[in-house]
């Protein structure tokens, strides 16, 4: 798998879109990039994955830039809740393995 | 639905000792897998398993065992713990045929003093 480089952390206004960068310059043509978090010491939760189209979900929307070296995960009106640690991750579709690695601790201000 | 569920949700061990840590889930999941998090650290994966009779070594697998002998249910069994294993373990599993949309468990914590 492709290596991720996220930012250790982040600061954002409550009410405001949170936009999280993830920089991943090696990646393959076959490789999606995915997204999770992590609430407090929940287990981990799926967000959103693509390959090299912008998605969009009830959660967020991913924005992958066309040379697909680096992408942005858009929250696009951040709550207290969503305070976590977000995981951008790079993988083979139907890969047996799924790699976290540091991820970016998100705070969400009031 | 349940969903993934593990027990116990705390463990306090002694070195030397042996446990399993449970982990089922109702969604008729193919691919299982376990990982650990240590304090401050990223989640590492320890064992996977894409179907039953079918188990495969993560980042991570040394002092751990597993097995698979029904679609359901997915133990990590430690033979012999040591303080180094003290950790937060999470089970997952998948059912879409990419693997990467995995719904985790709430985690057991285990301390091995």
């Known amino acids: 798998d492709a290596k991720t480089t996220q930012p250790p952390s982040m600061d954002c206004a409550e009410g405001r879109a949170a936009n999280l960068p993830c920089n991943h310059s090696?990646?393959?043509?076959?490789?999606?990039v995915y997204w999770y978090r992590q609430i407090h010491s929940q287990g981990p939760q799926y967000i959103i994955h693509?390959?090299?189209n912008n998605e969009t979900n009830e959660m967020a929307s991913l924005i992958i830039t066309e040379d697909r070296k680096s992408s942005t995960l858009i929250l696009p009106h951040a709550t207290l809740r969503d305070t976590a640690v977000y995981y951008c991750i790079v993988r083979v579709y139907r890969d047996d393995k799924i790699i976290f690695g540091k991820g970016t601790r998100l705070h969400i201000l009031p | 639905n349940a969903g993934v569920t593990q027990t116990p949700k705390f463990q306090v061990l002694k070195t030397g000792q042996s446990m399993t840590l449970q982990c089922a889930q109702d969604?008729?999941?193919?691919?299982m897998s376990w990982y650990r998090q240590d304090p401050g650290m990223g989640l590492r994966l320890i064992h996977y398993?894409?179907?039953?009779?079918?188990?495969d070594q993560g980042e991570v697998p040394n002092g751990y065992n597993v097995s698979r002998s029904t679609t359901e249910d997915f133990p990590l069994r430690l033979l012999s713990a040591a303080p180094s294993q003290t950790s937060v373990y999470f089970c997952?599993?998948?059912?879409?045929?990419?693997?990467?949309?995995?719904?985790f468990g709430p985690g057991t914590r285990l301390t091995v003093t």
């Open positions: 090696t990646i393959s043509g076959n490789e999606y």
């Open positions: 693509g390959l090299k």
């Open positions: 997952a599993s998948s059912s879409d045929s990419s693997r990467g949309e995995q719904y």
């Open positions: 969604m008729n999941h193919e691919y």
């Open positions: 398993s894409v179907g039953a009779g079918i188990t």
